[in-house]
């Protein structure tokens, strides 16, 4: 079931992007599943635990960091993960 979803942007919003939620895999045995770490603090410590039940699940599960958590992602950093992983988590904690 994909349903519309309205993503506001913090860095420079003008108009709110309305984007298509794409469907949830039934598994994620067999998929590589992306951790993306902001780089707040503790963050790490819940992708761990996220990487145990993934790897537990069949997951193959690729770790990343941004630079800093004050800025996007850099572009390279997105296309590598769009290439390189099925799905992506990212951590949000401190």
């Known amino acids: 079931?994909?349903?519309?979803?309205?993503?506001?942007?913090?860095?420079?919003?003008?108009?709110?992007?309305?984007?298509?939620l794409l469907a949830r895999p039934?598994?994620?045995?067999g998929l590589?599943?992306?951790?993306?770490?902001i780089s707040k603090p503790r963050g790490n410590v819940f992708l761990?635990?996220?990487?145990?039940?993934?790897?537990?699940?069949?997951?193959?599960?690729?770790?990343f960091s941004k630079p800093t958590f004050t800025k996007p992602a850099p572009v390279d950093l997105r296309q590598e993960i769009a290439t390189q992983c099925n799905l992506v988590i990212e951590a949000l904690a401190d």
């Not at 994909?2 to 298509?20: C, F, K, M, W, Y």
């Not at 699940?57 to 690729?62: D, E, H, I, N, T």
């Open 1 to 20: 079931m994909a349903t519309g979803i309205t993503i506001l942007d913090p860095t420079n919003e003008s108009t709110p992007a309305v984007r298509q």
């Open 26 to 29: 039934a598994s994620v045995k």
């Open 32 to 37: 590589t599943v992306g951790l993306l770490d």
């Open 48 to 63: 761990n635990r996220i990487e145990e039940l993934l790897t537990e699940r069949g997951a193959k599960v690729l770790r």
